[in-house]
């Protein structure tokens, strides 16, 4: 029930000038995005095929940010600014279990010219156990355009817990192979409990 007092609801974000729509041409949009999807998947590549090589290769993800930019990850808070984002990528992206995903294909894209939004489904699928199991999550990820090439947000939307079990997935699977690594192994030890079925 309103009162004469009361103020209406809004969407916190609309208060912050990072969150205001933008649009810009769909062209432009899709080429900055298909810009980012492949730097994403050469500095995965990197990071993959040689461990040394990941936190350099990870630390460059944030330079496709503006200074100012917002990286919301929900289990784990808001990243603010490009100085925050970096630390936080490198060590998400170069311990268990984001050093054993592989590639971060996307499985169907939206691109909002309007907002200078794209929206799209990523998977995550992790390296082979050794015996050839694919073992995967996916997440929704919204990213905001700001132009020349940069990004303004990114939020990352999902199930911790569906990560968590893939996770655990894999572990138990290496484990039966005789391929599970300290890393991993460190991590089932401590947070394995919380996703078993």
Sequence with gaps: MRTDNAVPA????????????????????????????????????????DRAAGPAAWARFADLFTPDADYIEHALGTMHGREEIRPWIVKTMTRFPGDHMVAFPNLWTVFDAPTGRVIFEVDNPMCDPGDGSVITATNISIVTYAGDGLWQCEEDVYNPMEFGAAAMRWCDRARELGTLDDDAAQWASTFGRAFRG
């Design 10 to 49: 809004r969407d916190a974000r609309s208060a912050d000038s990072r969150f205001s729509p933008t649009p810009f041409p769909l062209g432009e949009l899709s080429e900055a995005f298909e810009v980012f999807e492949a730097t994403v998947a050469q500095i995965a590549a990197e990071a993959h095929s």
